[in-house]
């Protein structure tokens, strides 16, 4: 049996604005059963979801996995789309709670596994670790709004050199090639919004490649900031909607509020955009639109001492934001040693192989309904 294929996207985020999750985007439309596992840091909630994705992707079924933004090494959920089955972690900062209980939703409280008279004595100190961790992620925060802000600079001055009608042109174009002849459908499609890349404590991670790879046929959007990437990709993300098309969307770290990469699954084509800081890496067939076309390059060369002392001020600011952020994951690693010692994960590997048999008694019911 050949094993199954990773995705990897973050539901959330370390932004200019803070904290952000599209949690309640993990969860697909025709769920059939979703766990929310509740808990302390170091209790185990990321290795029950890891053990449980590791075995059924060696039975061949294709696992997304949801990255946490804020250890790279720790899952905040998993999906399993064949079987509409998702585990999550359901704590701060993406504190959830079910909607449907016992319908839909279960939540596995692994607090019933620790001992709580070995963990009280420590109190004051974790209250205290926890509050210095937060200060910690304000900062960082603070400084990617201030690299936003310089970043928002170096847009407004390719802006002014951008004839935006040749991005116009470039979308009108593309959206011909892709619907030419698919008309607006009678229902709206399905939008999903995600992260592909992540602010985190080791600097920018990318997964853009686990998400876009699979495509049949991708689209790399080219330009300088300011000439309308994410504009033409909203576009044809809205475009595929209106043809009643699923279509994922993945927002931008720094500034979450554009889109760019975006996958339209039935169609089986991605879009994506190359541009500091993230360098799309090329494959053979990939079509490339260049929106630098649309420069005047009389207008970018009166800026060009701007655009250089923005482009290192940036980076000057991102880096001590990831340094922030780097110093609030130490402290969240000295308040999982308060509460790992003192986990019985025996009992826990126990409740763990209990929902992976549940999970395997739904798969046998729908790959039996399948044949």
């Known amino acids: 049996m050949a094993r199954g294929y990773v995705k990897k996207v973050f539901p959330g985020n370390n932004t200019s604005q803070g904290f952000i999750s599209f949690y309640d985007y993990i969860i697909p439309p025709d769920a059939t059963r979703v766990l929310i596992i509740k808990g302390g840091p170091g209790v185990g909630k990321s290795t029950f979801m890891s053990k449980i994705a590791e075995e059924m992707l060696n039975r061949g079924y294709d696992i997304e996995l949801h990255c946490c933004a804020s250890d790279v090494g720790s899952l905040d959920g998993i999906l399993i789309p064949r079987l509409g089955v998702a585990i999550m972690d359901g704590t701060a900062p993406h504190i959830m709670d079910p909607k449907y209980p016992g319908a839909l939703e279960e939540i596995i409280y692994l607090g019933e596994y620790w001992d709580s008279s070995r963990i009280k004595p420590y109190k004051e100190k974790i209250m205290e670790i926890s509050r210095e961790s937060s200060r910690m992620y304000k900062r960082g925060y603070r400084f990617l709004k ?159 001492t701007l655009i250089n002392e923005n482009r290192e001020i940036f980076f000057t600011l991102f880096n001590q934001a990831i340094k922030f952020i780097g110093r609030a994951k130490e402290h969240h690693d000295r308040l999982e040693t308060y509460y790992t010692p003192y986990m019985d994960f025996a009992a826990i590997a126990r409740r763990r192989e209990e929902i992976l048999q549940e999970i395997l008694a739904c798969a046998e019911k729908v790959e039996a309904a399948g044949s």
């Open 146 to 304: 201030a690299a936003q802000l310089v970043y928002r600079d170096w847009e407004e001055a390719n802006m002014e050199a951008m004839n935006f009608a040749y991005a116009n042109q470039q979308t009108e174009e593309l959206q011909r090639e892709l619907f030419a002849d698919i008309p607006v459908a009678s229902r709206t499609g399905y939008e999903r919004h995600l992260f592909a890349r992540a602010i985190t404590p080791e600097g920018m991670l990318n997964y853009v490649d686990t998400i876009i790879g699979p495509c049949a046929v991708k689209y790399v959007i080219e330009g300088e900031p300011g000439t309308g990437k994410s504009t033409l990709i909203e576009k044809i993300a809205r475009a595929a909607l209106g043809r009643g098309f699923t279509v994922e969307m993945y927002h931008c770290p720094l500034n979450p509020e554009k889109v760019e990469h975006i996958v339209i699954k039935e169609l089986d084509v991605a879009l994506t955009k190359s541009i500091e800081p993230h360098r799309y890496c090329y494959s053979p067939g990939d079509r490339i639109i260049n929106l630098n076309g649309g420069l005047d390059q009389k207008v970018v060369a009166k800026y060009t």
